[in-house]
C-alpha cells in the first residue's frame, strides 16, 4: 500500500509482520504456507492504494483476519501432526533433548 503519512506506512507494515508471524504458528505446514502466500498476495495487490478511506478499510479487514488467524492457529495446536517430509528436520524415531520420542514412524500391521 502506498500510504502518505509515515505513521500509516508504520501501521501497515506493523500489520503484515503480524499477519507473517501469526501464519507461522500453524501447526500444519500447508497452512503456514497458504497463511503466509495469502498474507503477501493480499499486501501485493493492494500496494499502489492510495486513498485513505480505501487504506482505513483495508487496515481493519486485515485487523480481522489477524484475529481470525489467532483463533485458528490456538485451534490447530490441538491438532498436532508429524512434520512432513518438505519441512524437513526430524523424522523417523527422533528423541528430543530430554530422550523422549519426538515422532516415529508407523511399522505397519503386526
Do not use: C
Not at 483463533?71 to 501432526?81: A, G
Amino acid at each position: 500500500m502506498s500510504v502518505a503519512r509515515p505513521e500509516s506506512a508504520q501501521k501497515v507494515l506493523s500489520l503484515y509482520r503480524q499477519l507473517l508471524r501469526q501464519g507461522n504458528q500453524f501447526a500444519a505446514y500447508n497452512f503456514r504456507e497458504y497463511a503466509k502466500r495469502r498474507t503477501r498476495d493480499a499486501f501485493h495487490e493492494n500496494k499502489n492504494v492510495e486513498d485513505p478511506r480505501r487504506i482505513q478499510e483495508l487496515m481493519q479487514k486485515g485487523l480481522k483476519e489477524l484475529q481470525m488467524l489467532k483463533r485458528q492457529t490456538i485451534i490447530s495446536q490441538f491438532y498436532q501432526q508429524d512434520r512432513l517430509v518438505v519441512e524437513g528436520g526430524l523424522s523417523g524415531k527422533d528423541t528430543g533433548n530430554h530422550g523422549e520420542t519426538l515422532r516415529q514412524k508407523d511399522t505397519g500391521w503386526d
